[in-house]
C-alpha cells in the first residue's frame, strides 16, 4: 500500500468518524432540548416559596463551604458527571452500531 492509498483510507476512516459523532451530537442535542421542555412543563406554576426557599438555602451552605469540603463536593460531582457520561456513550454507541446494520 503506498502512501497516497493510506491518506486516502485515512480520510475516509475520519470522514466516517465525523459522520458517525455528528449523528451521536445531534441525538444528545435533541435529548437535551426535549428534556429541558420537559423541565418547563412539568415546573410550570410550580415554583412554590418552599421550593425558592430550599434552593435558596442550598446556594447559601455551598457559599460557606470550607475549601476542602467545596474541592470533596466538586471532586464527587466530576467522578458522577463522568460515570454519566461513560452510560450516555456506551447507549449512543449501541445505537450507533444498531442504525449501522
Known amino acids: 500500500m503506498g502512501i497516497k ?6 480520510f475516509a ?11 451521536v451530537d445531534k441525538a444528545e442535542f435533541q435529548a437535551a432540548k ?3 421542555k ?4 412539568e415546573n410550570r406554576g410550580h415554583n412554590t416559596f418552599a421550593k425558592a426557599k430550599a434552593d435558596a438555602k442550598k446556594n447559601w451552605d455551598d457559599a460557606h463551604m470550607s475549601p476542602a469540603e467545596r474541592t470533596a463536593k466538586m471532586n464527587a ?6 460515570a454519566q457520561a ?11 452500531e444498531a442504525a449501522k446494520k
Open 5 to 10: 492509498e493510506f491518506f486516502k483510507k485515512a
Open 13 to 23: 476512516d475520519m470522514k466516517a468518524s465525523a459522520r458517525a459523532q455528528h449523528e
Open 34 to 36: 426535549a428534556e429541558a
Open 38 to 41: 420537559a423541565n418547563f412543563e
Open 77 to 82: 460531582q466530576r467522578e458522577e458527571k463522568l
Open 86 to 96: 461513560k452510560q450516555r456513550i456506551d447507549a449512543a454507541n449501541e445505537r450507533y
